[in-house]
């Protein structure tokens, strides 16, 4: 059996890491603010999971969404569990906005613009107030 | 304001419909049993939601997930909410296939190969059963 990526290595710098799953922050030149949270374990699928387990990481994106959206105010948050590729339990969590590389279009689409240099130098200054908002929040009981 | 077209309109051929969200099937001819989970209500991000709410949207995504393992046995089961486009939440639940258009890719990248008929044809019998599943795993309590 192959090794699997996100059981040998982090999958991005981590934010925050329990028992059951970690957050990390992507290095993606074109999305400052990109985050996964990632199951620890190696399972497949949402439906692999225990009902209780799925409740557990899906409260995790949605704290992760709400701190994007607090310090990034982005038009849109994108959320994708895909693992075509890694299928170990992962979900991108993408703030999207109008002036980036693809919008409206998904991240796995063609780009349609690149984004100016300032832009992308403005939300990568915010990235040590996300790291803080996602600890915030994920920290919180709800 | 402009209209919000899944205000307006289904978003696909209704397999499960209750007063919070609706379960539709999406008419992708690459895609077969491709399904979306709609909130009914206009609402734009998970984190909008009262965190009920999420649960109980994210139960619905769960059990379509479900009813599309047992009865399509996908390779992979492929989940977002994007809504760039329309910012009405909305889910997009895709069975993978190694044989489909853009395994291992998004299905929003560029294709890779085309299906052959006779697989797509198999893939397309099977929907029955699936709208069947689809009521059947929705309509249990958890």
Avoid at 34 to 40: A, D, E, L, T
Wanted: glycine share 2%; charged share 20%.
């Amino acid at each position: 059996m192959a090794v699997c990526e996100l059981c040998e290595e982090s999958g991005g710098e981590i934010i925050f890491r329990n028992e059951q799953l970690r957050v990390v922050l992507v290095a993606d030149a074109n999305y400052p603010g990109f985050c996964r949270v990632i199951w620890n374990a190696h399972v497949r699928e949402m439906t692999d999971l225990a009902i209780a387990d799925r409740s557990t990481l899906m409260r995790a994106v949605c704290q992760v969404e709400a701190a994007q959206r607090e310090v990034l105010q982005p038009e849109k948050i994108n959320l994708a569990c895909l693992g075509n590729m890694v299928p170990h339990l992962h979900w991108h969590l993408i703030p999207r906005f109008a002036d980036d590389a693809h919008f409206p279009h998904p991240i796995w689409a063609a780009s349609v613009r690149q984004t100016a240099d300032e832009v992308l130098a403005q939300r990568r200054a915010l990235l040590p107030a996300l790291q803080a908002a996602v600890i915030r929040y994920v920290s919180c009981a709800s």
